[in-house]
T-cell receptor, first 116, second 112 residues
């Protein structure tokens, strides 16, 4: 139990479907992150939210749309995805960064997404 | 592009053996973290190193941060089957940065 819960754990969808991934953290953190993990590639940071405000968007295609209604919840809305979007999508949370430290990130177990 | 290179990419050893995995960059890190990821789970933080030359020990795991803060190593003594997993290093290139750059990982398999 990491304190970060992701649902669903597995998702299979067609290229024309619309679905959403959900992340919830119970750690009192105020920064949340979406990562994409593909086979044999480094984790790719997609979005960062700090105190519910999006602070990073690493050139992610618009078919991925994040939403952060509060500091404990983060969504990733998916629409018209491509086969190359099949991957493990990981959510993480942390305390907002301090002046001299990089706060550790606590990860959920991910959603395994397969695009048909 | 700021890259973190991890080596080896794959490592398979017998239980009881020692091993070292490496994380290297041409850039200086403000800090570096090591994570372990097991199948079907997200990465779990093992350690954070901040000071050049720093050595941290976590039971049989020894983490070292290079003097120039460009590289790091993880040494495991007397590996156990429970050490099997994907070991990821992640660096931050400035203090207070929220963005971590991850290496592609070392997949370690410890055989009984």
């Amino acid at each position: 139990e990491t304190g970060v819960t992701q649902t669903p754990r597995h998702l299979v969808m067609g290229m024309t479907n619309k679905k959403s991934l959900k992340c919830e953290q119970h750690l009192g953190h105020n920064a949340m992150y979406w990562y994409k993990q593909s086979a044999k590639k480094p984790l790719e940071l997609m979005f960062v939210y700090n105190f519910k405000e999006q602070t990073e968007n690493n050139s992610v295609p618009s078919r991925f749309s994040p939403e952060c209604p509060n500091s404990s919840h983060l969504f990733l809305h998916l629409h018209t995805l491509q086969p190359e979007d099949s991957a493990l999508y990981l959510c993480a949370s942390s305390h907002s960064q301090g002046a001299r430290e990089n706060q550790p990130q606590h990860f959920g177990d991910g959603t395994r997404l397969s695009i048909l | 592009t700021q890259l973190l290179e991890q080596s080896p990419q794959f490592l398979s050893i017998q239980e009881g053996e020692n091993l070292t995995v490496y994380c290297n960059s041409s850039s200086v890190f403000s800090s570096l973290q090591w994570y372990r990821q097991e199948p079907g789970e997200g990465p779990v933080l093992l350690v954070t190193v901040v000071t050049g030359g720093e050595v941290k020990k976590l039971k049989r795991l020894t983490f070292q941060f290079g003097d120039a803060r460009k590289d790091s190593s993880l040494h495991i003594t007397a590996a156990q089957t429970g050490d099997t997993g994907l070991y990821l290093c992640a660096g931050a290139f400035c203090f207070a940065a929220r963005q971590l750059t991850f290496g592609s990982g070392t997949q370690l398999t410890v055989l009984p």
